[in-house]
């Protein structure tokens, strides 16, 4: 018996839509008022100049490193 459909990937296409651009959120947190985005991904301490990776977009090791080095 033949098959009532003869050419599944035809059948079942559908026309592509064109995905929008991402939205760029605005920075909320107190922490980038200490703090510079690098090129590379990474951040950068206005107060000391040390970089740091930043690659998960958190600013907990920011706000630690801000604990730490510069909280008496």
């Known amino acids: ?3 009532p459909i003869s050419n599944p ?8 839509t064109p995905t929008p651009p991402k939205r760029i959120r605005k920075k909320t947190s107190l922490v ?3 703090f ?3 090129n590379g991904g990474g951040v950068e301490c206005v107060l ?4 740091m990776d ?7 090791s920011m706000l630690f490193h801000l604990s ?5």
Do not use: D, G, I
């Not at 990937?9 to 592509?16: A, R």
């Not at 930043?54 to 907990?60: K, P, V």
């Open 32 to 34: 980038w008022n200490y």
């Open 36 to 38: 510079t985005e690098k």
């Open 1 to 3: 018996m033949a098959s």
């Open 68 to 72: 730490v080095a510069h909280l008496p």
């Open 9 to 16: 990937s035809s059948s079942w296409s559908s026309p592509q």
């Open 48 to 51: 000391c100049q040390r970089s």
């Open 54 to 60: 930043n690659n998960s977009n958190s600013t907990t």
